[in-house]
């Protein structure tokens, strides 16, 4: 059974930090790009950083210079780094393993990150 599982997120004033964790079971972890979305409340689904199998690394514009994807082969988590939190970084945060060749694509539950001002 694969799991993914959030972690790290809460209230934060604006210019603070946190940092979350995604732990995964039940998969083998380097195969999989891994990736963190976030969905604020009357908005869709967006991208915010992506770490692939293979070593490359993309951010969404609004995050450049702020957050920082980072990943564990060893511990089967993938970390996301948020610095210089705005009000508009305010969403739950989601966890994406996604194996395209094989058409394999997991998320976690989600964990919310609230950003005041």
């Known amino acids: 059974q694969v799991q993914l599982v959030e972690s790290g997120g809460g209230l934060v004033q604006a210019g603070g930090s946190l940092r979350l964790a995604c732990a995964a079971s039940?998969?083998?972890?380097?195969?999989?790009?891994v990736n963190w979305y976030r969905q604020a409340p009357g908005k869709g689904r967006e991208l915010v950083a992506e770490?692939?199998?293979?070593?490359?690394?993309n951010y969404a514009d609004s995050v450049k210079g702020r957050f920082t994807i980072s990943r564990d082969n060893a511990k089967n988590t993938v970390y996301l780094q948020m610095n210089s939190l705005r009000p508009e970084d305010t969403a739950v945060y989601y966890c994406?393993?996604?194996?395209?060749?094989?058409?394999?694509?997991?998320w976690g539950r989600g964990t919310q990150v609230t950003v005041s001002s």
């Open positions: 770490s692939t199998s293979t070593g490359s690394i």
């Open positions: 994406n393993a996604e194996f395209r060749a094989y058409r394999l694509n997991y």
């Open positions: 039940g998969i083998i972890f380097s195969n999989y790009g």
